[in-house]
């Protein structure tokens, strides 16, 4: 691959992420290598393991949005089981040290997900349960919701992003 192709796939890169790159006035610095000549030069063509582009498309890494983006949960959350399949029913429970009332396990996600109360435990910190069914592979939405009374829409408390496997 010739030098100024080089130069173009890593300043190019990094004007990506930087938002420009100054490819005429690349010069290295005393005691540094010329752009082209330390880690980009096992980009040759001979590195690619083929010109046939459906096998190229296969060597490439695909980039999957959804499991690059970190998910985000409230510690007062607890599964089980800790990492729930889809379709199978699993246990929500979340635990605050105020005793709410009239509270809701609220839920957005694929499938049909909906949550049945188990009930509420302890003297506080208090613990309520929830079963959950007919949610499908993806992400779910948790949201726990205090002084949810009828025709209101509560107060969020706690909320967290689960990630449900096939």
């Given at each position: 691959?010739?030098?100024?192709?080089?130069?173009?796939?890593?300043?190019?890169?990094?004007?990506?992420?930087?938002?420009?790159?100054?490819?005429?006035?690349?010069?290295?610095?005393?005691?540094?290598?010329?752009?082209?000549?330390?880690?980009?030069?096992?980009?040759?063509?001979?590195?690619?393991p083929s010109s046939d582009p459906d096998a190229a498309a296969e060597d490439a890494e695909v980039f999957d949005a959804e499991a690059a983006t970190a998910l985000e949960c409230d510690a007062r959350?607890?599964?089980?089981?800790?990492?729930?399949?889809?379709s199978a029913p699993f246990v929500v429970k979340f635990t605050d040290q105020p005793a709410y009332a009239w509270v809701?396990?609220?839920l957005s996600g694929p499938g049909a997900p909906s949550a049945n109360w188990k009930g509420v435990s302890g003297d506080?910190?208090?613990?309520?349960?929830?079963?959950l069914t007919g949610h499908q592979p993806g992400v779910l939405d948790l949201?726990?919701?205090?002084?949810?009374?009828?025709?209101?829409?509560?107060?969020?408390?706690?909320?967290?992003?689960l990630l449900i496997a096939p």
């Open positions: 691959m010739k030098t100024g192709v080089k130069l173009l796939l890593v300043f190019g890169l990094a004007g990506c992420a930087n938002g420009a790159a100054d490819l005429d006035g690349a010069k290295a610095k005393d005691g540094e290598e010329a752009a082209g000549q330390s880690d980009a030069a096992g980009i040759e063509s001979g590195a690619w959350f607890k599964f089980t089981p800790a990492s729930p399949n889809a809701d396990l609220e506080g910190p208090h613990t309520w349960s929830y079963q949201t726990f919701v205090k002084n949810k009374e009828p025709g209101t829409t509560g107060t969020a408390v706690g909320a967290c992003q």
